[in-house]
């Protein structure tokens, strides 16, 4: 038996969220946090009875069934549990960065530049927020005509 197609040309796999270890761990733990009292929000069980139900035929499914050409199968739905279920969150990511880029994101090059600022000197800053103003020239870019030393820019996300 093969994997069905999907209409673009993909072949549809169904996940295997039982064989992970990460379910395997929260399945063998979550009955004593639940009984011991150690889920702190009501929203932390949910997030975990949702991610152990993520995957599981018994806790819903849809049928889909292609007229052309006579093909059906059946995905499990899924938690959407962001932030735990790997599957789920990531599912989330990548549509909001198709979003970000369709209705945010001018059609242009963009850049992406990270400043950090040593261990040592972040308590310095922390107590004195009007200092982080003094920096800012530091970080700039420098012009184009300026020879590049030690700038070392992240590449362009188109």
Known sequence: MHAPQTSA??????????????YQCVA??????????R???RVEENVIERFLACG????GFARIYCDHCRHGFIPV?????????????????????EWVAA????????????FTIPRLLRPMFAGRRALLA?????????????????????????
Do not use: M, W
């Open 9 to 22: 040309g993909r072949v549809y796999r169904p996940r295997k969220p039982r064989a992970t270890a990460l």
């Open 28 to 37: 063998r733990h979550a009955p004593e946090l639940r009984t011991g009292g």
């Open 39 to 41: 889920f702190g929000r």
């Open 56 to 59: 599981d035929p018994q806790h």
């Open 77 to 97: 739905f899924s938690c959407k549990a962001r932030y735990f279920c790997p599957s789920c969150h990531q599912k989330r990511v990548l549509a909001y960065g």
């Open 103 to 114: 209705n945010v994101l001018a059609p242009v090059p963009h850049r992406q530049y990270v």
């Open 134 to 158: 003094k920096l800012q020239p530091a970080h700039d870019p420098p012009a184009p005509s300026t020879p590049v030393l030690t700038y070392h820019p992240v590449p362009d996300i188109a």
